[in-house]
């Protein structure tokens, strides 16, 4: 999700941008602060995620160690 997301918001520029060309600037800015978000947000969420299951491993390993 961290590449297809800002490129599903590239994309509907593309699109939305050709259908209204008279808002194609306020549309690529929007477009373009989108997909920056997104993908900040779905890197956020993987690193946490990669948190988590390094903490489980560790605990895991703990008390099989145990």
């Known amino acids: 999700m961290i590449y297809a ?3 599903f918001a590239l ?3 593309t699109l939305a941008a ?3 060309p008279d808002f194609a600037v306020v ?3 929007a477009g373009s602060v989108l997909a920056v978000v ?3 947000y779905f890197h956020r ?4 995620t990669h948190e ?3 903490e ?3 605990e895991l390993n703990k008390r099989a160690a145990s």
Do not use: D, E, N
């Open 5 to 7: 997301a800002p490129m």
């Open 11 to 13: 994309g509907a520029i």
């Open 18 to 20: 050709a259908r209204f």
């Open 27 to 29: 549309i690529f800015i």
């Open 38 to 40: 997104s993908g900040f």
């Open 45 to 48: 969420q993987a690193r946490c």
């Open 52 to 54: 988590v299951l390094c």
């Open 56 to 58: 489980t491993r560790k």
